[in-house]
Nanobody
Framework: QVQLVESGGGLVQAGGSLRLSCIASGSIRNINSMGWYRQAPGKQRELVASITSGGSTNYADSVKGRFTISRDNAKNTVYLQMNSLKPEDTAVYYC????????WGQGTQVTVSS
């Protein structure tokens, strides 16, 4: 069984920063891609950022230049550093990992006030 535990969400003013963390534990091996999706009220879940085991990254256009994804393979952990936050970044953020299957975290709320 695989568990993903997220932390770091919260309430921040526009222009502020937050750092999300997601630790994967359990029966998971050979993690390939890790990353983050988000879902705002009334909207579809969208990919925010992803990173492969080799360190290649991909970002949504809306967060390029503001968010940075990184990972610690030894700790099965993925991070999302979010700077210059905007009210439109408000959403529940979900981490995921892909080994043989895709696994999801429970989600962490990020709220950016104007």
């Amino acid at each position: 069984q695989v568990q993903l535990v997220e932390s770091g969400g919260g309430l921040v003013q526009a222009g502020g920063s937050l750092r999300l963390s997601c630790i994967a534990s359990g029966s998971i091996r050979n993690i390939n891609s890790m990353g983050w999706y988000r879902q705002a009220p009334g909207k579809q879940r969208e990919l925010v950022a992803s990173i492969t085991s080799g360190g290649s990254t991909n970002y949504a256009d809306s967060v390029k230049g503001r968010f940075t994804i990184s990972r610690d393979n030894a700790k099965n952990t993925v991070y999302l550093q979010m700077n210059s936050l905007k009210p439109e970044d408000t959403a529940v953020y979900y981490c995921y990992v892909i080994g043989v299957l895709r696994h999801w975290g429970q989600g962490t709320q990020v709220t950016v006030s104007s």
